[in-house]
């Protein structure tokens, strides 16, 4: 299966346009050992011609642009190597890019029940020709093959499943409690594998709010997990002056803490595991930095823009 990481940033990008934090600060200055991230998304595909997003983000015009494998290709004057879309949650780093693939193109649209109801509720969406746009609600729990908008197989396999973590952002209703209204299929992870090969499936899970017994038995032994690298700690963007709100209230995983990623991964045997959906504040970015090095000794490594695999 080829990977390719469209973008690796969390909602707002790094360096998020209004955020003057320290992080962001040494990446809008080009300090050496930074980078720009835009918001995070995959492309996959099993034949390296036809391929899928994992998410879509606000950027995705421009990740298109810097991706050659995802322009349009042979003699149509309309073209384009994506089949369709999966989505994990209904947040608008994963959901505003769907604007950018307007109009009459075929595509196949995968999403839970919960967050086709949310765009659906949406008639902007309606950008995307419901002619030409056929929108799949996932099983949780069944594996089933992306099929292109002529049900052609991909190639790619896949089976979703819940995780713990939050309604969209833009669907939280404050009069519902602690969890704002939040349900299961709010936030998913994808396990994908190629057809036949399930032995070598991975997994993207670009937002998660605990290590649960269930998620940890599934990652035990993974080839690779792609996972919530919002923040360094709980509390950053308090410390770092930028916001109010914790990790846990955004439905992540910090990496540290005792609940923290580096913890909950380490007696799991995954053989490759990576950060992805990184904050504008996370000081894992700024390549030598402590917080750097110390993902790195426990075996992680940090998403970037461009970044390939397979
Ligand atoms: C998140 O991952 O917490 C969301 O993307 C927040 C947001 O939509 O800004
Ligand atoms: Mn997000």
């Known amino acids: 299966m ?54 879509a983000s606000p ?25 369709g879309v999966v989505l994990t949650n209904g947040d608008v780093d994963h959901v505003a890019g769907l604007l950018v693939l307007r109009e009459s193109h075929p595509l196949v649209l995968y999403g839970t029940e919960r967050v086709l109801g949310f765009l659906g509720e949406n008639s902007i969406f309606n950008v995307l020709s419901p002619h030409y746009v056929q929108r799949q609600a996932l099983s949780l729990g069944q594996s089933f ?11 790619v396999m896949v089976e979703a499943f819940a995780v713990s973590g939050k309604v969209a952002l833009w669907q939280e209703d404050e009069s519902k409690g602690d969890n704002f209204g939040s349900e299961e299929g709010d936030t998913i992870a994808l396990k994908l594998w190629r057809e036949g090969a399930e032995q070598d499936a991975w997994y993207y899970i670009p937002a998660c709010a605990a290590m649960t017994p269930d998620l940890a038995r599934r990652l035990t032994g993974a080839s690779l997990v792609f996972f919530d690298g919002t923040l360094w700690r709980d509390d950053e963007m308090i410390i770092a002056g930028v916001g109010t709100k914790t990790g846990r209230r955004m439905g992540h995983m910090s990496q540290t803490g005792e609940h923290g990623t580096l913890r909950a991964f380490a007696d799991l045997g995954v053989k490759r595991k990576i950060l992805i ?30 970044m390939e695999i397979g």
């Open 2 to 55: 080829k990977i390719r990481v469209l973008g690796s940033g969390a909602g707002g990008g790094i360096p998020q346009w209004n955020c003057h934090g320290e992080v962001s600060r040494a990446v809008r200055s080009g300090a050496l050992g930074t980078s720009p991230r835009t918001q995070s998304s995959l492309a996959v595909s099993a034949d390296g011609e036809h391929w899928f997003l994992l998410n």
């Open 59 to 83: 950027d995705l015009g421009e990740q298109i642009r810097k991706n050659s494998v995802l322009h349009p290709r042979g003699e149509a004057l309309r073209h384009s190597p994506i089949q």
């Open 145 to 155: 093959p992306l099929r292109d908008a002529r049900g052609d197989m991909s190639g």
């Open 277 to 306: 959906h990184i904050n504008t504040t996370n000081p894992i970015i700024i390549e030598g930095s402590e917080e750097n090095r110390k993902v790195r000794d426990a075996g992680w490594e940090i998403a970037y823009d461009g």
